[in-house]
């Protein structure tokens, strides 16, 4: 079936390290893939998203490139900040972006000043 | 537009009792879906919805849960004789995939229930 496997946490940093979460997918298919972030006591925002391979999404510093030849992922970013503190979610979409989104575990990100 | 709106936020219920969250979409999605998370899970769908029509189910959703979506606005989920294993976060997104939609997931605060 349809799964999406990412690192596990917590994942602490330093302010201004850079930062890789890493996320593969399921290739069934030609899926649409996300990251959502959820801020402590927020609800779920999308952060970015890449609908074909080779695209790459990005949003507020953060990057990932659809990688098919290798169903990944992953986030990155250059130089974090403690506002970035948050728990980070990788999704997958089947192709043709109106299904249900099947979702990682979360990797819970801390930034420490 | 508001976004996504629940309600309640939180419910705290005895085993075997039945209860009802509401989903409020933005306004004119035409798209409605319902997930759950548990602690330290990511969010798992359950079911969705294109206006009224109930589209999709997961095996997830057992004979216990039933959803509505009555007049294509907002939606119901109930729980049916609520079990310990149901505590968890209920969450709703909606998106619109009609001509000009950007068919992007906007969730809800979601509803936390507790079944003790």
């Known amino acids: 079936g349809n799964s999406v496997t990412q690192m596990e946490g917590p994942v602490t940093l330093s302010e201004e390290a850079f930062l890789t979460i890493n996320c593969t997918y399921t290739a069934t298919g030609y899926p649409s893939l996300f990251w959502y972030v959820q801020y402590p006591g927020e609800g779920l925002q999308l952060l970015l998203k890449?609908?074909?391979?080779?695209d790459k999404g990005s949003n507020k510093g953060f990057e990932a490139t659809y990688r098919k030849e290798t169903t990944s992922f992953h986030l990155e970013k250059g130089s974090v900040q403690v506002s970035d503190s948050a728990v980070y979610f990788c999704?997958?979409?089947?192709?043709?972006?109106?299904?249900?989104?099947?979702f990682g575990k979360g990797t819970h990100l801390i930034i420490q000043p | 537009d508001t976004g996504v709106s629940q309600n309640p936020r939180h419910k705290i219920t005895k085993r075997g009792q039945n209860v009802t969250f509401r989903c409020d979409p933005i306004s004119e999605h035409n798209r409605l879906y319902w997930y759950r998370q548990t602690l330290g899970q990511g969010p798992e769908f359950l079911t969705y919805f294109q206006n009224e029509a109930q589209l999709e189910k997961s095996r997830l959703l057992s004979d216990r849960f039933s959803a509505e979506r009555p007049k294509g606005s907002f939606s119901t989920l109930e729980i049916q004789r609520t079990e310990q294993g149901d505590s968890a976060m209920y969450l709703c997104a909606s998106s619109s995939t009609t001509s000009g939609g950007d068919y992007e997931q906007y969730f809800g605060p979601g509803t936390r229930l507790t079944v003790t």
């Open positions: 999704a997958r979409q089947p192709g043709g972006g109106a299904d249900g989104l099947t």
């Open positions: 890449a609908t074909k391979a080779d």
